[in-house]
Every structure is written in C-alpha cells, then in structure tokens.
C-alpha cells in the first residue's frame, strides 16, 4: 500500500527517464542519492567523487540535470558547474558551509546545507528540470 | 659719627648691589645644572653682599616642620675642611639653636653678633633670613661671621634676595621635575613595543620613535612628512590616507595596514591608532600615533576561521554519514533491537576514530592503534587467537574514518560468528606498505580468519559491511578490496594509497 503511492508520488515529480549527475565524494551521500534518483525511475551519471572524473562524464554522456557537492576534498566544484552552464544544464549545489559567499555567477544556482533531506533534493531536481530551456538556446 | 655718614650716602649704591645680586641669582639660575649647585651659588652671592664668611640654608617642609635639605656654601665647606667639625654634623657651631628656631618658627629675621674683639671661636655673627611662600616659611639662610658684625642692612640686603633665591630655586626644581619627567616618558616611549610617531596636518609626520628605523630601517628624518608610506604595502597607501582625509573630523584615526619589515623582508599587519593633541581652545596641534605589530594575531585569526570552517564542513560530512549508515542498518532489519544494536557498534565506531582523530596532534591516526581500540571495545584485544603485525602507519582523518568502520564491521562479524567465536579458531590482521607503479604509497592491509566451519546462512548484517568494504572504500579512498566468506573463515583485503598530499590536510598546516 505504501510502496504503491510512494512510486506513484516518485512517477508524478516527472524524473523518470532523466538522466542525472551526482558528484558527491562522501561514498553514503552520493549512494543515497543514487538510490533515491534510481527510486524515482531516474537515470543516474555517476556517482563520481571527483572534478576530473565529473568532467570526463559531462564531456561523454547526456545530462538533463547535476547535483553537486560544492567541495570536492578541498577543491570546488565550480568548473563542472561551468561546463554544465555552456550546455544549459540546471544544476543543484550541496554545501557543508555557512556563510558560504558563493561567487558571483553561482548566485541564482540553487543549493542545499547539509545535512539535506532528501525530499528537498528530489523536489529541487524536479523543479530546475522544469524550468524553460535558456533563452539563449 | 663717621660711620653713620658714610652709611647715609651709601643708599643708593647699596641698592644697586642688591639689585645686582638679584641679576646674578637669576643668571646661575640659567647655567647651573641642578638644584643643589643652584643653592650654593645663591649662597655665595648672600655671603657677598653682606660680607658673610660662611652661609648654609635650610629647607623645611611646611606641615611637619621637619628639615627636607640642609646646603652649605662652597666657603663654609672648605672652612669645615680646615677645621673641626665635619660638614653635615647636625649642631652649627657656636649658633644659639634658639635663634635658628626664631627665624624658621617666627617667621623673622635674626641678628646675633657676639662681644667685638674677643679673641672667640666662630661664630662671632649670625644673620638669619627666612624664605618665604605664600606667608609661610619654608626654610631659611643663614650667615655666618662677619666682621664688625651684621648690621641693619645686611639684613635687608639678605630680605631682599630671599624672594629671588626662593624663586630661583622653585623654578630650577620644576624644571628638573620636568625633565625628569621627559626623561621617563622618552624610555617609555623608546621602550614599549609599540611603534610612537608625531603628526600634523593630516598624517604629514614629524618624529618617530627609533623602533620605526630599527623595524622599518628608514631614517627618522625620512619617515618625516609623507616618507612614511614608503614602507608600507603599495596595496595599503590609498586607504591609509582616505582614513586621514577623515580624521580630523572624526576626531581620531583607526586604520590597519602593512608595513615592510626591513629585515624580516616581508609585510607584517600593523594596527594604528592616533588621537589628536588639542590647544585651549580645542584646535587640534597635532596627533600623536601608536602602531602595534597585529600580524601573528591577524593570522592566528585567519587560521581560527578556516578551523572552525572546515570543523563545520566535517560535522555536517559526518552527521550526514550517520544518517545513511542508520538508513542501511535500518533497512537490514526489521528487528528494533537489532538495529539499535548494530546502529550503537557503528556510532561508537564513528565516535572512536573521532577521538584518536583529535587526540593526536597532526591528525593522524595510527592504524594499529586503531585495530587494537576496535578489538578493546569487543574485549578480544589479548586474545591468543589472535595476532596484529605490521609496520608503523599513520592514517590521515579520512582514511581513518573508513577503515576504522571496516575494521568494526570485520570484527562484530568475528565476535558474532567468525574467528573470536569459535574456539581453536585463529584472526591474523596484517600489513605491509609498499610503492607502486605510480611512485604512490600504499598500504596493504589482509585479515584473515582460519578454522571457522562454514557457515551455512550469510548474516543478514553483512549487507552493510560488504557495501561498505566492496563499495565505499574504493568510491571513498580508491581503494581496491576484496571480501570472500572461505571455507575456515573471511579473508579479506584492503589496499589503500596513501598520497603524501593526504599526509597533512590543508587545514592542519600551519
């Protein structure tokens, strides 16, 4: 009874079939995430725990949307943001910090604090997918 | 007869005397050094208006009546020196000690001559002027010897000096306050740490303190001005002189910037702090500015920041951990209890790789250490069955925290149905460290568990510690494992690199 209206809330948010990015380093972080995409009848890119390894895949594969962890072991993860902004892919920021002042192209890029529920993210991803393509597109 | 007419036309002439006395006063008052030097030329210039041989005075203070100094005149010192008794014995010779009193009690002056002629010891004359302040005594000169004794006006020559002698010595002792007083704020200035400047007209300075050369290495004459600025940091210029734009107005100056440090060949933080030194009227003369060297505080503060930055980064890391560990342990079972119970085993896993985490000063853990607390908490670290061997490695945090929750999945397994249950059964956990192709070092860590019977139902928590060792590892660390359930026992296998960029984490360097 539970599982059917859970899969049948998981079909109304309309990911099914999207092919998703996740790059998180924390292993259970980014496993979670992928079970809660794979929940949702998503595609998941992913997960990688790093830049290079994220870079490599958005240069390969198709992606609607990105979830990221804004740091990558002490790196960030802004240039896979910029990549994923040349080919108008929304993405979705995860942050550990506070008071994080993000830099100034990043401002409209919506995030999550950590720790997030999990309901936030699957609503968040929805609704960037949502979103018109780029006017410039 | 003769001798009255003589003193009726000598008025005049007298008069002059003293006023030149008056002028000679105020001229040792110019040139001598001290106080003491003072009193005696002042004494010497008594004894010769008045024809005195010798002269001393006494100074008392005005409440206790007590005697605060006692100057003898250079001709009374070499007096005593040819004759008994020594300099500074307590008794005038010969002086009635009443008359002393009359003069410093009664506030007047005193004649004393003795019989003419008298073949006698000293004195044979005394003469006795008090010094007055504001209508009180407050000390007196006395002379000694004359011959044919003082007369009238000898006495009020010595009345007529006493006020410029009394003003000449109040005037050199406030002058030697003061310059006592230069002196102790110049080796207070010279001495603080601080850095002491003087300026003017918006921050054109005119002195500093000589730690500005010995830090900056500029001469004081060239800080003069706006020379100043050359040492401190290009970046910092136009700021610091919009603060001083704004000062006068706001009354002060606060303003942080750097300057070079000649011999260290760096910027350091300085925090500056001027307030303006203002005339009667409130108009501002000049401002007199400290700088104090900030740059260790300054960086400790940097340093503390990005501490509880990264501490943030890592509980919110680690809160979310725990959370998917409770999920996994809660969808292994439906069991309450024994999810609480594998949930605790995790959690106190966690907690424990914290804790020798933070104990250690560089962060580090060592592995052994972190095998043997693990064993500790399931009371089988002095088991016979079991042997731990292997060199010294020390885990960085992350690492740590990895291995630490495999090492806990492992032995729970063993306590419950593995090595550490069985009897006659054996746990060997070893490692060694090695290079490999990449010139990255890694560890090599296998445990192995023998004569355990097979088990015939896999243990439903194995879901999770297989994830975590087949999984999470690599994902987490790039690790490469393996795990095989083998007839006599587990085996398994876990080989790590240990970059030397994770040997230290950025946030531990300092």
Redesign the interface.
Known sequence: MTTASGSQAEGARGLQGKRILVVE????????LKRAFQKAEAVVVG?V?DVGQALALVAEQAIDVAVLDV?LE?TNSYPIADRLSERAVPCLFLT???GWSLPEAYRDTPRL????AMEAVLETVARLMNVPPHPAG | MGTDKAASARPIERKNEVLESINRIFGEALSTKNEEQLACACLAVAEDVTGARTSFMSEVDVRSGEFVRRTISDRAREAHAASRPPPGSDALPGIAPDAVTRVLRGGESVIVNGPAGADRPTPRAFLGVPLKQDGRTVGMIGLIDRDGGFRAEDRAAAEALAPAILHALRSKHAEEALRASERRLQVLVEGVPQMVWRAVNGGHWTWASPQWTEYTAQKEVDSHGLGWLDPVHPEDREGVQKVWADAIQRGEFHADYRVRHASEGRYRWFQTRATPVRDDRGRVIEWLGTSTDVDDLRRLQERQQTLVAELQHRVRNILTVVRSVFSRTADMSNDVEQVADHFRGRLDSLARTQVIVTQSASGRVDLENLIREELLSVGASDSPALTIEGPEVALPPKAAESIGLAIHELTTNAVKYGALRTPGARLHVSWTTNMDYGGVRRLNLIWSEQGVPAISVRPARQGFGSELITEALPYRLGAETSLQFRGGGIRCTISVPLPEDMAAPDWRQG
């Open positions: 380093d924390e292993y259970f972080i980014a496993s979670d997960p725990g740091n002490g550990g910090y506070d604090a950590k720790p997030f």
